[in-house]
Nanobody
Framework: QVQLVESGGGLVQPGGSLRLSCAAS????????MAWYRQAPGKQREFVAY???????NYSDSVRGRFTISRDNAKNMMYLQMNSLKPEDTAVYYC???????WGQGTQVTVSS
């Protein structure tokens, strides 16, 4: 089973950038499709982006063109580069194995002036 820890969140002004990191334990990380999700206050958790073990990516319409998902299988790491951030991107961001319901603590991203 893969254990995941998110980091890199913080407070940023609209238009700014952040890079989130997801550190995974376990030797099987490279075989999994991995994803980022987010949950804004008072809303359900939603899909943000995924990356397959072969590097195929997909994004939600709300972040496509602004966010970039990537992974480094040698380091058991996944990343989310977030550019042109908007106040509506404010949420707790989670990484997870695609289809898993075992959620970690997440990392808070707040976009505000």
């Amino acid at each position: 089973q893969v254990q995941l820890v998110e980091s890199g969140g913080g407070l940023v002004q609209p238009g700014g950038s952040l890079r989130l990191s997801c550190a995974a334990s376990g030797s099987a990380f490279s075989i999994y499709r991995m994803a980022w999700y987010r949950q804004a206050p008072g809303k359900q958790r939603e899909f943000v982006a995924y990356i397959t073990n072969g590097g195929i990516v997909n994004y939600s319409d709300s972040v496509r063109g602004r966010f970039t998902i990537s992974r480094d299988n040698a380091k058991n790491m996944m990343y989310l580069q977030m550019n042109s951030l908007k106040p509506e991107d404010t949420a707790v961001y989670y990484c997870n194995v695609w289809g898993s319901t075992n959620w970690g603590q997440g990392t808070q991203v707040t976009v505000s002036s």
